[in-house]
């Protein structure tokens, strides 16, 4: 059996974000549970950013990197999202365009809430181990973006968006899969998934969401340990305190996570308190800190967590990580693979973190004027040409980079042009 | 056990998690919200209740309930149909 996993990972947090404490003061929520939720910035996307642009931002860095013969073996490209922009024609198709690809090349789009990377990424693992093509690579971009539009309703969904607000984020993560996993090498047939049918959050109109978030939670927890107890039985002598030096968790915000690893610690590894903190912070902490800079980017969270813990880790020797996907309505899965210090160094040099801190940190008003001006690029939105001046602080501050913007939506049409 | 067993319950859960509430007399009409456990203390709450009364399903059963008084009657009612089973 061939390797399998990621060859190569890029995340795009975006190019503004917000400070979450400052938000939650502006709409004067309580600030010490939110900093309890271990919450700090959440990337926003400018009207002229979408998904399709945060997937290209994130997978062009590692496009680059390949030579022509390397790119061109690029024979599947998934998109990963909950904030599609057609109901047909998938984003895949414009970030095909965009990033120059070989046109023999499955393209399409997955949908299932935040599971939908996951989903994308085990595609491209079966692509590559079924060997059909052998050599064949998999692209595959979790992109998704929060613009909402509060839909009519009155105070009670305003109040339930306030406290979803915080926690919503934008951006992608591009991930090549290929027979030289490099970063991240998979645990071949170690996976345990876990799905049924729970209204716990969910997208059911344009620019909008509705749940419970209470629900949700519960819905998390519960596939959290079911999921692992699948992967156990496949995967012989397997113990969650010591298999995995690192756990990686979809992350809505960190204080979820918090509470997940507790119980999870609590109820299968028998832990006691005084090994829970410590080990949250050595294991699980790694994970949270991109999370923490980006905010919920959905369908792509977990591979964010991914790449913090790759980036930030210690891996003086190979270290499995255990990685635990969840996405509403609902379907989860965990799953592992392994790092080493090589694939640590590759994935370094697109500087995420240095990427994160380089963004635009927006004001509370030049927040709410874009807000305000969410109607604009509704779903459907049939002509519009995009400003790029609406706040001329962030596109300055992306003079330098390479980077793709939407310009103009021409009868439904998106045409997109590169900023450097 | 019946319900007064089962609301002790929860109102011991409730202290332990959110220690601050040990001198509070609990009512069935009080909201765990209210009382200050978010819903991550919330899921806990529920969680070791549930393990105390060796009630193993998933939490997502016993959603619904509007404050103490209502979790307490849809434990019990679980109870019984996990004992019964």
Known sequence: ?420 | MNKTDIFALVARQTCDVIPSLKDHVFQRSDRLKDLGANSIDRSEIIEMTMESLSLNIPRVAVFGARNIGELVDVLHEKLLIDRAS
């Not at chain 1, 509403?328 to 995420?352: A, K, P």
Request: with cysteine; aromatic share 10%.
């Open chain 1, 1 to 420: 059996m061939v390797s399998v996993g990621i060859e190569a990972m890029n995340v795009f947090g975006g190019i503004a974000y917000l400070d979450v404490l400052q938000l939650v003061r502006h709409r004067q929520l309580d600030t010490a549970r939110f900093e309890n939720l271990l919450m700090h910035e959440k990337a926003v996307a400018l009207p002229y950013e979408d998904p399709v642009t945060c997937g290209v931002n994130a997978a062009k860095p590692l496009l680059d990197a390949l030579t022509e013969a390397e790119k061109g073996r690029i024979e599947m490209l998934i998109t990963c999202s909950e904030s599609g922009i057609d109901f047909g024609k998938s984003m895949s198709t414009y970030i095909h365009h965009y990033l120059g690809l070989n046109r023999n090349c499955r393209m399409f789009e997955l949908k299932q809430a935040c599971y939908s990377g996951t989903a994308g990424f085990q595609m491209g693992i079966n692509f590559v181990l079924s060997q059909v093509s052998p050599g064949a690579k998999a692209l595959v971009i979790a992109s998704d973006i929060s613009r909402f539009i509060v839909p009519e309703g009155g105070s009670a969904l305003t109040e339930d968006w306030f406290y979803a607000e915080p926690s919503a984020g934008a951006g992608a993560v591009a991930m090549l899969i290929g027979e030289n996993p490099y970063v991240f090498q998979a645990d071949v047939g170690a996976n345990g998934y876990y799905g049924y049918e729970v209204m716990d959050t969910c997208r059911p109109v344009p620019d909008s969401e509705a749940g419970d978030a209470d629900l949700s939670l519960m819905s998390y927890l519960d596939c959290c340990e079911q999921a692992f107890l699948e992967y156990e039985k496949r995967v012989t002598g397997v113990d969650y305190q010591n298999s995995f030096q690192y756990l990686s968790f979809h992350t809505p915000f960190g204080g979820m996570v918090k509470g997940a690893h507790r119980t999870m610690m609590r109820k299968i590894a028998q832990a006691t308190p005084t090994e829970i903190e410590p080990d949250f912070e050595n294991r699980v902490i790694p994970g949270l800190r991109y999370c923490q800079r980006v905010g919920n980017i959905m369908g792509g969270t977990l591979f964010l967590s991914l790449s913090s813990i790759i980036d930030q880790g210690r891996f003086d020797s190979p270290k499995r990580i255990g990685c635990f996907s969840y996405g509403s309505g609902c379907c989860s899965e965990f799953f592992s693979g392994i790092v080493t210090s090589r694939g640590q160094e590759r994935q370094r040099l697109f500087g995420i973190e240095r990427q994160l801190n380089e963004r635009y940190q927006l004001s509370m008003d030049e927040y709410e004027v874009l807000i305000r001006g969410n109607d604009a690029v509704k779903f459907g939105t049939r002509n519009i040409k995009l400003d790029h001046e609406l706040i001329p602080g962030v596109w300055s501050s992306c003079k330098d980079k390479q980077r793709l913007f939407l310009e103009e939506i021409r009868e439904f049409h998106r045409e997109y042009g590169w900023i450097s």
